[in-house]
């Protein structure tokens, strides 16, 4: 509840064709990384068509729109946006026409030097009609194709340009093409369904369509499909790895597999460190839905105190919703959140969620508790402290924002009105994935940037 | 997934106003009861305005629309309708006029006899515009109006003539008149906000608007708010009580109590007694979200076996998704529904559904689970064997249509690819509901109904 | 500008189908008629399906709507409305089932007994969902019904009850009727497409749709459509016959022959009157479009005063347009109509107008016609002064609103800021249309109506 | 009834706010210049705002859009585009961000040396979002804008490399600036409503939003706005003068006045020179709605002939109109165009078009005359015969698709099926606009143009 991811991408080249349509169906189950907006470029027979729009997938795609989309390769995006940037031209995959032909781009991440690069261009004369990386790292591409023989090759010296995270999906006429920044912040896969090849920001995305996953793209890879031949270029694999440690924690799906570590068993073993490093007498476990649910699965088995349903939420608040209004922050949540009175009437409760950026949710959320009866209320929270923001490709606001960075535990457990409160032991954090065949980016934990942030 | 209900209804009187934008939030609350269509009738100094239209609560009310519907009293409905029946005119409030004026109607239940009355109306000269037992219920309050001085005792005249299931919220200009069948199929309850008085299918809605639970309207009773005072009339209140058992199991929030009894607690009673008496030797009890989840608590807490999330459900699937087409139901799953491959992997899992009607969904999950690895899967069904129809406003098929008609438990089993499977035993069926201050209908398990049925 | 018919209706028996299409482009033609709401009601095989929306014809029909309103008979309405009754429920064709089946209705016109036959039925017992007279019509045809052997005699001896105006087109699920009232207020025409059958309120609507015109119906006239065969039923036709004139002055297209008197023409001849009565030595003849135009031609024709374009009125402005305040009435009528100065600047300009109502339009374009140049601005109106209110289906208002209950010529001219005003003498009114076999209702500009108005 | 203008520009300098608003109403006046899309820009102490979308003025702008517009300098465009080309990416005006902030520009017209600007650049590394000539200049004008000090002089030096029509309107965040190509090709004016500068393609605009006429900006002038001060730039001024005749004849609103000279008196003269050299023994002369109106005046003027209204046109066919279909052209035709029976029956009629192109449409309308009892259909056409494309900016096509390119006049007339034929002589051609005090571009007719067409 609070933390937004940037976007979800996906790609697939399947000479048997239908390729909008299967992208249509990856992207509804990436749409939990982002809901403004979304869109679809395909190519048949080289030729490009493309749709886009404000709005969920389902919004924007009528099956008239899909029909349209025919083709064999297809590349497609789902947007979170803040809303002053939530504008049509900002929606992707960007579509272009460049010296070479046409080219569609989906990004997932947030370059660090955009600002720089962005400047140099337009100061060379280059005209800008959105605000997103996306459009700044297709400049660095289709410049640097002019210098060398294909696009591949462009992408791949495109490297050298881009600093930050960005997980790619490129398409041209004839090649469809997947990048991850030698960090390899942001999650990126390949799987196979027959003789087609499909990308995806997560695996979730490879079962909704019937894919085989295969593997990770490792940091820095590139992988080039080109009438059906899968070939990688490694030139930027240094062995570094510094994948974002809260997708594990809030952003990904839990049933998402990424570097061989499942998503939930992830949460569950948070939420096991959790309950050895900070136990509590209690009667019940409760997670916050949804994204503190599996965490408390995991301090449920590890401490032995029952694990149940502790909230109904209203599954039918979406964008249309007519919110009651910012000031009456209590009725609003009540609407979301119904706390089961049989579960947590009289009882002791320990109630997991997975990160505390304000507070201001979770204090509604306690008091929600307490109305219902709760005799005491024990907030697990199944990441550390936020104590820095995020430069790669996740909201995570500013120190003035964060409650982390004015108060101790104590102080806020008192603020939150919650009988004691834990977060997970920073030690901990890179406990969780153990399964992990990766190096972690835990910034937003620690201060610490894999990248130095000017 | 599968069974749906005809309704869900809401009133407010509150004289100091906005009573359509609380009927608007009561509505979001009730939204599981109905997805087909809505409406909001509201009166304001005598006046009446209203909107209704197809789709969600969100789909249908603009923030501009509902601040048209200003008010001291309101009623508002969501309605679940099958394909053929999903017509505007069939939304409600039904909003008329009659010799004593304007009238607005919500019904929640289905009626036994409305062929029969509709046919002695037509030959009387009447004309039908809707499909609706709200319209037939209607014209019988209108005609009795005639030969009483009440609006009030006109829906006490009514209920001499109305055969079934019904649960009212009528608005005249000046009067907000809540009603149940003398049999109490379908839930109704009332509480207060301050001054305000509300009624509500299910006691989430209260909680949703803030306003207190105050009590179950008996079956058979009549409550009349007027200029802020109450008043009952019981004269067909004997004592009787059928209630919907299957609300306890599937249709009702599980945050709701129903007579006393947490709907939720109920279905961790029916878990508990199907791990009584269906036991299984396994590794992890997995709900079907998400009317399954409650079930697995209980099923978890009773036997002892670990209780774990088996499934992610997507929840961006709605009214507008692009279906893969009926006869690729397995990819409709697959898409809707992706078990954990971390909790299900080389396990013997026990799968907690609520209900088996056709039995194509279940077969479908049940592959899932052994294609994400399961090594056995037993299902439990929180519910017995449907063997009959349901007449009082539920769309349970005829015997044709149920599976547990053709077939004994141990060939089903087979048929759906199960290890094993095992049903909730009727003789358990009332006790999942022990705190519960009312009889039941459960013809649906038993083909025995309060009513006879022609 | 600002007078409005009450609807436009049409219907056809086409056995070889498509006849919600035909409806479709009949629709369109009657367009101007009614722009509130509109629909179409078809049966296929004696089912019957129907759609309906506010908005025009354009609005409320796409082509996936249209395709599955199937049939071998249909019956299309376009309605107007003031602000205040324009709702879902009063569009039109009514649908309904009563005792003998389903039937569709739409009608042209408004009865002076709605009141009583609507306080008649209420306390009988009957509940109505709509404003309209439809509804009431639809109650007298399901009552009669009972008593008879056939919905044509039903239609019938409902003539008994209606006082009033009403064009009507009654579909069952075998049979379609066309009927006009006794008085033949409103225009109601039948035409043949090979053996198709076709009504239409003008004859415009059957050139749309490539039908031949055969012949008005008489006043009182039921024709029955069944299987093909047509018959005739005259128990009402008693030779009286109150045609509107208005039609032939403003409501009616142009292109229309009602009576057999072209529409166009008799605004010729209205226009030549004036030129005659009201003589002016001016330089140049201009219509305020559209209506004025082909009175234009008339002035001209017989002044031998030179006749040109005057006006271009914007084409795009409709639903949409976000008005620039009621207000700011002379910028509103500026963005509709601007004069061409070509045409008036330092000219003597007669213009011609239909009708003057409240006067507040004509100031606003007399103006324009100052602004832009003219010397001398003569205003001629084609009809004479309004004095009365219609209670046969239009809405002139009642004689408060009414400009000419105020003011004699002179005194108006002056209010309207025109160097002469002249109206279309009474006694020339009937004169205007020769060709036309029928007499008039002229009661807004006399007072005197055919029926007794309480 | 067949020819398109590419589009219609509008702009608006006044400190007092609600620039967009007036905008608004501004591009209604213009909307016959492009109904495909449309946009406004506004610029709000600095802060660009801006709104575009497919459709009519009406349907992409709604109140709230509106407000959010507001501005004290404003931009809009209507768009027409071939359905190929009409993506929301076109829509104009493009807003962008380069070297020096925002910009935002509306463009009337077409480059002929787009192709190679847009080659060049790409091979520069650029990368095209849309399809529009727009864009390319943004970047000539991007560039520039680094070598010179003001956006003005940068506007000033993109001169020298557009080769073609374009008015432009460009915004800076302080700046509104408007420039006219060197050959005046296509129109634009300049207006004041007090202290408040405007400009439009139109003078039709300037009187709908209350402007004054000031005067046309001369071919080669860049006009600037800066703090309501207003200065010219006329380094490219250079007398030559080519404005698009045919403007005069189909595109302009009559009642615009272009180069001091009426669309209407144009259109006017044009049908008096067909009178005097193509003269014919007839009855009436009517004329095709809209465009062929004016003519029709003059024919009748000049011969004697008396002028009547011969058609009505459906004025509700927009773009939601379902089309019965291409192969039915001529039901087409008669649901958009009905004849007066009551004008024609019987008689010789003289029936004045502005244009024939492929001659299709002239064949269905002469054939709806004769249906309609004309006794001889004598066609005069108010423009000479279409022999040659045009390149800037309207979409005459190829030589292959003209008919008169293939046929004499005799043929033709045969082809068409009129009795006889007539095209308004090429050497009266630019006599038609006595007043205009501007040299013509009419390539179209003679396939000689200002510019060297490779």
């Known amino acids: 509840m609070g933390i937004h991811e940037e976007c979800g991408i996906f790609g697939i080249y399947d000479k048997s064709g239908n390729c909008a349509e299967t992208t249509y169906y990856g992207l509804y189950a990436l ?27 389902g919004d924007v795609f009528s099956p008239e729109r ?50 720089q690069l962005r400047i140099k261009y337009e100061y060379s004369g280059a005209i800008f009609h959105t605000s997103t990386d996306a459009e700044i790292i297709a400049y660095v591409i289709a410049q640097e194709r002019l210098r060398c023989g294909s696009v591949e090759e462009a992408v791949n010296r495109a490297v050298k340009h881009l600093k930050g995270a960005y997980s790619l999906i490129v398409m041209s006429p004839q090649k469809l093409i997947a990048a991850r920044d030698p960090y390899g912040f942001r999650p990126l896969c390949m799987g196979r369904r027959g003789d087609a090849v499909v990308f995806a920001s997560e695996s979730c995305a490879l079962d909704a369509v019937g894919a085989k996953f295969e593997r990770e793209l490792e940091p820095g890879e590139i992988v080039v499909v080109y009438q059906g031949e899968v070939n990688s270029i490694r030139d930027h694999c240094c062995g570094k790895s510094n994948f974002c440690i809260f997708e594990y924690i809030y952003f990904a799906r839990p049933d998402s597999i990424i570097s061989r570590q499942s998503v939930h068993e992830a949460r569950v073993m948070a939420g096991r460190y959790l309950a050895r490093k900070k136990p509590v007498d209690a009667d019940v476990v409760i997670g916050v839905p949804d994204s503190g649910l599996s965490a408390a699965d995991g301090y449920a088995l590890e401490s032995g105190i029952s694990r149940c349903s502790g909230f ?7 964008r249309t919703f007519i919110s009651p209004g910012q000031e009456d922050r209590e009725r609003m949540v009540r609407i979301k959140l119904n706390p089961l009175k049989s579960t947590v009437g009289g009882k002791k409760v320990v109630m997991i969620d997975d990160s505390i950026v304000r507070g201001t949710t979770a204090t509604q959320i306690i008091k929600l508790l307490r109305d219902a009866g709760a005799r005491e209320v024990h907030v697990r929270v199944s990441s550390p402290e936020f104590v820095a923001p995020c430069y790669f490709g996740t909201d995570i606001p500013g120190t003035d924002s964060l409650v982390s960075c004015k108060y101790n535990t104590q102080e806020l457990a008192e603020l939150l009105g919650a009988d004691s409160l834990g977060f997970l032991d920073l030690e901990d954090l890179h406990k969780i994935a153990p399964k992990a065949q990766c190096g972690f980016c835990d910034g937003c934990f620690t201060g610490k940037y894999p990248i130095d942030i000017e």
């Open 31 to 57: 749409q939990h990384r982002g809901q403004e907006s979304c869109g679809i470029a395909a190519i048949n027979d080289r030729e490009l068509s493309f749709h886009r729009g404000l709005g969920l997938v």
């Open 66 to 115: 899909l029909q349209k989309l025919n083709g064999t390769m297809a590349v497609g995006h789902v947007r979170y946006a803040p809303e002053d940037d939530n504008r049509p031209e900002n929606a992707q995959p960007l579509t272009l026409r460049y010296a070479k032909g046409s080219l569609s781009l989906a990004h997932n991440g947030s370059l660090v030097n955009s600002q």
């Open 312 to 318: 109904i939420k209203n599954r039918y608040i979406g």
